[in-house]
T-cell receptor, first 111, second 112 residues
Framework: GDSVTQMEGPVTLSEEAFLTINCTYT??????LFWYVQYPGEGLQLLLK?????DKGSNKGFEATYRKETTSFHLEKGSVQVSDSAVYFC??????????FGTGTSLTVIP | DVKVTQSSRYLVKRTGEKVFLECVQD?????MFWYRQDPGLGLRLIYF???????EKGDIPEGYSVSREKKERFSLILESASTNQTSMYLC???????????FGPGTRLTVL
């Protein structure tokens, strides 16, 4: 069945460091791919998405490219800020209404 | 802005109690979802609904039921709460099948 695997956390970075959070997926066909972010005490918010191969989603300095050949959708940011501290979830949606979420990666950015 | 609200942020109940978690969305979305979030397990889908009075089981429906009498409201019911249902519960909604999901702030339920 469909599934998402993302890198284990927690991740701790210094401010202005480069961020990569790996995400790979298993699905037949062409799912849509998402990154959601959960700030402390809040629900999940959509960060970015890509709906077809080679699409690049971007928002707030974060980017992720839908790579069909490697079944990946890695999240990157060139220079993280303290305010980026949150839990990041990779997700896919394939046929039907159901989303499949990864287990989440906690990011802490220290000044 | 889409707003998804949940009736409580924190809830403490006793084993065996009947528990109602309410979710309301204000954007006329067809689809609504209930997840539970546990450390190391991510989000797991309990139930979803694609229309009033319609419901579908997700990955972990055991011990839960749902009700959707009005389009904007989707209730999760724990008929007889147990300690292993202590968790964060997240409600979400989406407009159509292919749209993003909008999440509420979550209800942290503790069952003693």
């Amino acid at each position: 069945g469909d599934s998402v695997t993302q890198m284990e956390g927690p991740v701790t970075l210094s401010e202005e460091a480069f961020l990569t959070i790996n995400c790979t997926y298993t699905a037949t066909g062409y799912p849509s791919l998402f990154w959601y972010v959960q700030y402390p005490g809040e629900g999940l918010q959509l960060l970015l998405k890509a709906t077809k191969a080679d699409d690049k989603g971007s928002n707030k300095g974060f980017e992720a490219t839908y790579r069909k050949e490697t079944t990946s959708f890695h999240l990157e940011k060139g220079s993280v800020q303290v305010s980026d501290s949150a839990v990041y979830f990779c997700a896919l949606r394939h046929t039907g209404n159901q989303f499949y979420f990864g287990t989440g990666t906690s990011l802490t950015v220290i000044p | 802005d889409v707003k998804v609200t949940q009736s409580s942020r924190y809830l403490v109940k006793r084993t065996g109690e009947k528990v109602f978690l309410e979710c309301v969305q204000d954007m006329d979305h067809e689809n609504m979802f209930w997840y539970r979030q546990d450390p190391g397990l991510g989000l797991r889908l309990i139930y979803f609904s694609y229309d009033v009075k319609m419901k579908e089981k997700g990955d972990i429906p055991e011990g839960y039921s749902v009700s959707r009498e009005k389009k904007e409201r989707f209730s999760l019911i724990l008929e007889s709460a147990s300690t292993n249902q202590t968790s964060m519960y997240l409600c979400a909604s989406s407009l159509f099948v292919n749209n993003e999901q909008f999440f509420g702030p979550g209800t942290r339920l503790t069952v003693l």
